[in-house]
């Protein structure tokens, strides 16, 4: 029974399209994510930077101008500092060591005559430099503080506050603008990736409906697939795949239909005939036995193709394993031994020439098959007092490697096959004269087998029209010698 095909229903997130679209997404967005990240942190680090090297700059030139041998006070510190004329700070205040303050620009919430509680001021008299700095609600509010030191002793500290929004303001445009690149940049990579992956999932859509069709038995379905790539690649070993299935289909169907037509023509002639002896009621004895002699040469007829199918089909599954180093020369005399009385009545001679030391690695058997089939069809097809040829030598092969070869050449005076069949002359049931190989006993299957043996022990078999008449066929096999692995 022929299976089911099968054709389920594939959940959406199992699909290519799905997954290609989930991956390129989750790197759209890692990428998006870095985007809007990594610069505006760097950019805030650069400004945080800067602000720290100038209110430290400020502070010092501050710091460095107050210290003094005698003790702050705040008419000093302003004198002092108002000829120094500080810019650029929105706020400066200048404590005592105790943190009263003597000088604060502040106009809102001015600290003069109070004592500064802020932390970089306490910390700062504790002797060391403080920057803080952090950008909150569109703006970088940045603080220094720095000890007022002479000889090693604090006489007080300076704190400076700077609120900068105009930088703040260049932050947020490129945090804008790189959202809006962002934006742009995730829309079009979606918009390709859609497109992308649509277009891969419908090519391996055609492959897979190629698949199917063939599945299903259409061994002529071809699948086109243009683009060069891998799955063009694929494509085209789709193809050249479902050619040899196509192949191997046709010749399996057409080998079928031969067999079961060559089976039943012997079947019917046997029919006929015993019909004719059941029918006739009054047939003398002697027509009688011309009868049953010709169903039993239908029968033996019958024996021998079954038996050569059987041959072929026993190649086909089990190629012979037990190999043994074999002497072409005495299966060819065997054979001569064999087909003598079929020669003898077509007054058929022949002459041999075998080169002693012939052997070969296979089996007795199969040299047997391929002598006999090929010297009984120069039997069979030569002509009263014709001559058969046989010639058995070495040939030294084309390369190093593939070292000697065994030659065996079976050569006849007899009919010869024209050149337009010499191609189909091996194929199953081919024969080039019908009337001629059924008179001959023969099952269009002998050349076949001859083939595939020689090709299961390394060898091959070519044929050619002998000048001036008759055929000419060679079998070549690897010479086996002592040492030959
Ligand atoms: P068959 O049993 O018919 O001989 P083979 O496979 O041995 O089948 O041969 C196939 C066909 O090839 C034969 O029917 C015959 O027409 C042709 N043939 C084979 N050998 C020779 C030959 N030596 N001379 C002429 N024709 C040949």
Not at 87 to 93: A, F, K, N, P
Not at 366 to 379: G, H, K, P, R, W
Not at 394 to 418: A, C, F, N, S
Request: aromatic share 8%.
């Amino acid at each position: 029974m022929a299976s089911q095909p099968r054709r389920w229903k594939m959940p959406v997130w199992h699909s290519l399209q799905t997954k290609f679209l989930f991956s390129y997404g989750i790197i759209i967005l890692a990428l998006v994510l870095f985007l809007n990240t990594y610069p505006i942190v760097i950019s805030q680090d650069m400004v945080f930077q800067s602000k720290k090297d100038s209110l430290w700059r400020q502070a010092d030139i501050i710091t460095s101008t107050l210290a003094g041998s005698e003790p702050l006070t705040a008419e000093g510190v302003e004198a002092t500092l108002t000829k120094l004329g500080v810019t650029g700070v929105d706020r400066l205040m200048v404590t005592a060591p105790d943190g009263l303050v003597f000088y604060d620009t502040s106009e809102v919430g001015n600290a003069r005559g109070t004592y500064a509680l802020l932390w970089e001021v306490v910390t700062a008299l504790g002797g060391e430099d403080v920057f803080r700095s952090e950008y909150r609600e569109k703006s970088f509010r940045s603080r220094a503080a720095a000890p007022i030191l002479y000889r090693g002793m604090t006489q007080g500290a300076v704190y400076l506050y700077e609120f900068d929004e105009e930088q703040a303001q260049l932050l947020q445009d490129l945090q804008e603008n790189l959202m809006r690149i962002s934006i742009i940049v995730c829309a079009v990579a979606l918009l390709f990736s859609v497109v992308l992956t649509k277009a891969l999932t419908r090519r391996v859509g055609v492959l897979l409906q190629g698949i199917r069709s063939v599945r299903e038995g259409e061994y002529s379905y071809r699948v086109s697939m243009p683009g060069g790539d891998e799955l063009s690649q694929l494509a085209e070993e789709f193809n050249e795949l479902t050619g040899r299935l196509q192949t191997t289909d046709e010749v399996r169907r057409r080998f079928v239909s031969d067999a079961s037509h060559e089976l039943k023509t012997p079947l019917a002639s046997i029919r006929l005939l015993s019909d004719s002896i059941l029918q006739s009621e009054h047939m003398d004895s002697e027509t009688a036995r011309e009868f049953v002699t010709d169903i039993g040469d239908e029968a033996e007829r019958l024996t021998r193709i079954t038996e050569k199918l059987l041959t072929l089909t026993r190649m086909d599954t089990a190629p012979p394993t037990h190999l043994v180093p074999v002497d072409v020369k005495a299966v060819v005399l065997r054979a001569k031994r064999m087909l003598l009385p079929l020669a003898q009545k077509s007054e058929v001679t022949f002459s041999l020439d075998l080169t002693d030391g012939c052997t070969v690695l296979a089996t007795e058997d199969d040299l047997s098959q391929i002598a006999f089939n090929l010297m009984e069809n120069a039997v069979k097809y030569n002509k009263t007092g014709g001559e058969v040829m046989v010639s058995l030598f070495l040939r030294r092969g084309h390369t190093q490697k593939e070292g000697d070869l065994v030659v065996l050449r079976v050569e006849d005076t007899g009919v010869g096959i024209p050149e337009a069949d010499l191609p189909k002359i091996f194929e199953r049931f081919y024969r080039v004269d019908k009337a001629r190989s059924r008179a001959a006993g023969g099952t269009g299957l002998g050349l076949s087998i001859v083939r595939d043996t020689a090709r299961q022990h390394g060898g091959t078999v070519e044929v050619r029209r002998r000048i001036p008449e008759g055929t000419c066929f060679e079998v070549t096999f690897p010479h086996w010698k002592e040492e030959s692995p």
